[in-house]
C-alpha cells in the first residue's frame, strides 16, 4: 500500500471527509480491519484565504509547497490537495517536490466520461468558475465542455462557499439557491454538474438534483484509494 499524503484543512470541514471516504476505501478493498496508510498536513485556511482575496498566489504557492515538502520527508509516496481550489497550485507543488499529485479534475472527468457526458456544469469558488486551471483541464485534456453560471450567480455561490459550508454552517435556502443555480445550467445544456469545490457536497447531493452529479470529493478520495492500492488489489 502506498502512503497517502493529503494537504487538509482546506477547509477542514471537507478535509473530515476525504479521511472518512480514504479509509472506508481501503477497507472496502481490502477488507478485516484494513485502513488506509495516509499522512495529513493540515493548513490554518484563515491566512490563506486572505491571500486568495488579494491575489498574492506566490504566498499561498510557498505555503503548499512547504505542507507538500512536510509530507514527502514524511514518507508520503503521492500527494492529493484536499480543495478544488487550491489545485490552481497543484503545477508548483509536482516542479518544486517531484512528488505525484493526483488532480481532482481529472478524477472528475475520469466519471464523466465514464457517463459518455460531453458538456458540464461547473460550481465552484469564483477561483475554479473564472480561471483557466480548471476548466483549460477538463476542456483540453479531457475533451470535456465547460459552462459557468452568470456573474451574478457565480458571487452568490462563493459567498455561501466561503461564509457558510467553510464553517460548517448548511442553510435551506442556500441550498435553494444553489437548485435555482443548477436548474438554469441544465435548460441552457448542460448534461451533468461538476461539484468543483470540496464543501458543496455537503449541501447538494444527487438527490437534489435531475441529472448526474459529479461529487469531486468522493471522486477524488476513490482516486486516492485506487492509486494506493495499484496493483495489490
Given at each position: 500500500?502506498?502512503?497517502?499524503?493529503?494537504?487538509?484543512?482546506?477547509?477542514?470541514?471537507?478535509?473530515?471527509?476525504?479521511?472518512?471516504?480514504?479509509?472506508?476505501?481501503?477497507?472496502?478493498?481490502?477488507?478485516?480491519?484494513?485502513?488506509?496508510?495516509?499522512?495529513?498536513?493540515?493548513?490554518?485556511?484563515?491566512?490563506?484565504?486572505?491571500?486568495?482575496?488579494?491575489?498574492?498566489?506566490?504566498?499561498?504557492?510557498?505555503?503548499?509547497?512547504?505542507a507538500a515538502l512536510h509530507l514527502?520527508?514524511?514518507?508520503?509516496?503521492?500527494?492529493?490537495?484536499?480543495?478544488?481550489?487550491?489545485?490552481?497550485?497543484?503545477?508548483?507543488?509536482?516542479?518544486?517536490?517531484?512528488?505525484?499529485?493526483?488532480?481532482?479534475?481529472?478524477?472528475?472527468?475520469?466519471?464523466?466520461?465514464?457517463?459518455?457526458?460531453?458538456?458540464?456544469?461547473?460550481?465552484?469558488?469564483?477561483?475554479?468558475?473564472?480561471?483557466?486551471?480548471?476548466?483549460?483541464?477538463?476542456?483540453?485534456?479531457?475533451?470535456?465542455?465547460?459552462?459557468?453560471?452568470?456573474?451574478?450567480?457565480?458571487?452568490?455561490?462563493?459567498?455561501?462557499?466561503?461564509?457558510?459550508?467553510?464553517?460548517?454552517v448548511l442553510k435551506k435556502d442556500?441550498?435553494?439557491?444553489?437548485?435555482?443555480?443548477?436548474?438554469?445550467?441544465?435548460?441552457?445544456?448542460?448534461?451533468?454538474?461538476?461539484?468543483?469545490?470540496?464543501?458543496?457536497?455537503?449541501?447538494?447531493?444527487?438527490?437534489?438534483?435531475?441529472?448526474?452529479?459529479?461529487?469531486?470529493?468522493?471522486?477524488?478520495?476513490?482516486?486516492?484509494?485506487a492509486y494506493s492500492l495499484k496493483?495489490?488489489?
Open positions: 500500500m502506498k502512503t497517502i499524503g493529503l494537504i487538509g484543512g482546506l477547509s477542514w470541514e471537507s478535509s473530515v471527509e476525504y479521511y472518512r471516504l480514504i479509509n472506508e476505501g481501503v477497507k472496502q478493498k481490502l477488507g478485516g480491519l484494513h485502513s488506509a496508510q495516509c499522512l495529513m498536513v493540515s493548513v490554518d485556511f484563515g491566512p490563506i484565504e486572505e491571500l486568495m482575496r488579494q491575489g498574492n498566489w506566490q504566498q499561498v504557492n510557498k505555503v503548499l509547497v512547504e514527502k520527508q514524511g514518507g508520503a509516496d503521492f500527494i492529493i490537495i484536499c480543495s478544488n481550489t487550491i489545485h490552481k497550485c497543484a503545477n508548483s507543488i509536482i516542479e518544486q517536490t517531484g512528488m505525484p499529485v493526483l488532480h481532482i479534475a481529472d478524477a472528475a472527468a475520469q466519471k464523466i466520461k465514464e457517463q459518455k457526458i460531453k458538456k458540464v456544469g461547473l460550481l465552484g469558488t469564483r477561483f475554479v468558475m473564472e480561471e483557466d486551471f480548471y476548466q483549460k483541464r477538463l476542456q483540453e485534456e479531457h475533451g470535456i465542455e465547460v459552462m459557468i453560471p452568470a456573474e451574478k450567480e457565480r458571487e452568490i455561490i462563493n459567498a455561501i462557499i466561503f461564509r457558510e459550508l467553510c464553517m460548517g442556500s441550498k435553494e439557491r444553489f437548485q435555482n443555480i443548477i436548474n438554469k445550467l441544465l435548460l441552457l445544456g448542460a448534461e451533468g454538474i461538476v461539484l468543483g469545490c470540496t464543501e458543496i457536497p455537503l449541501l447538494i447531493k444527487q438527490a437534489d438534483v435531475a441529472a448526474p452529479v459529479f461529487d469531486t470529493t468522493t471522486l477524488h478520495a476513490a482516486m486516492a484509494v496493483g495489490d488489489n
